[in-house]
């Protein structure tokens, strides 16, 4: 199994400045992602992490905004940037293990409000 | 691409009463199924898992079977109690990928 640590839990911004949320992972992952949830909304993936490389965007989602970098196998981290009131989200980090079976582990997640 | 239809909330219930939340799916090949729970402020818990037809993967007294005839993986308990209030997920990884693709997140509420 993996142990994901997210970091902040929380926090409380001002529109137009810009959050970094780190992901840390305990185990040698093979992939890494980045999820946003907003306000009573189910999951919806922004990117996937790659190691050393520029991030695999999903639609609606680009690198200006969020920026995404993975250094190495364990540890990313995502920027929103110039933030609105929109962006109030909670931001969660997965991580896949592919062995016998792949399972994803997720963080607890950051939960950001703009204001 | 993959996707996932599951009931939609708020499915409010009393304690000690039977749950069942439905969960149908599209997807190529042979997935992996799964459902996470996320309990009120806090990230996903894996609740339980499955990867094969008729593996039914089992946790804190909840059941899901997979079902490939059907395509589905509903998700029952016994009888629930308040602790089990929470948003249920549910979600495919397909057999060749890496990415989870969520449905829509059924909010339990359960009352005394």
């Known amino acids: 199994s993996a142990v994901i640590s997210q970091k902040p839990s929380r926090d409380i911004c001002q529109r137009g400045t810009s959050l970094t949320i780190q992901c840390q992972v305990d185990?040698?992952?093979?992939?890494m992602f980045w999820y946003r949830q907003q306000p009573g909304q189910s999951l919806t993936l922004i990117a996937t992490?790659?190691?050393?490389?520029?991030?695999?965007?999903e639609s609606g989602f680009v690198i200006d905004k969020f920026p995404i970098s993975r250094p190495n196998l364990t540890f990313s981290t995502l920027t929103v940037s110039n933030m609105s009131p929109e962006d109030s989200s909670i931001y969660l980090c997965?991580?896949?293990?592919?062995?016998?079976?792949?399972?994803?582990?997720f963080g607890q997640g950051t939960r950001l409000t703009v204001v | 691409g993959d996707s996932v239809t599951q009931m939609e909330g708020p499915v409010t219930l009393s304690e000690e009463a039977f749950l069942t939340i439905n969960c149908t799916y599209t997807a190529t090949g042979y997935p992996s199924l799964f459902w996470y729970v996320q309990y009120p402020g806090e990230g996903l818990q894996l609740l339980l898992k499955a990867t094969k037809a008729d593996d039914k993967g089992s946790n804190k007294g909840f059941e899901a079977t997979y079902r490939k005839e059907t395509t589905s993986f509903h998700l029952e308990k016994g009888s629930v109690q308040v602790s089990d209030s929470a948003v249920y997920f549910c979600?495919?990884?397909?057999?060749?990928?890496?990415?989870?693709?969520f449905g829509g997140g059924t909010r339990l509420m359960v009352k005394p």
């Open positions: 992490a790659n190691q050393g490389s520029e991030a695999t965007y």
């Open positions: 997965s991580a896949t293990l592919r062995g016998r079976v792949t399972e994803a582990f």
């Open positions: 979600a495919p990884l397909p057999e060749a990928g890496n990415m989870l693709t």
């Open positions: 185990s040698q992952v093979t992939m």
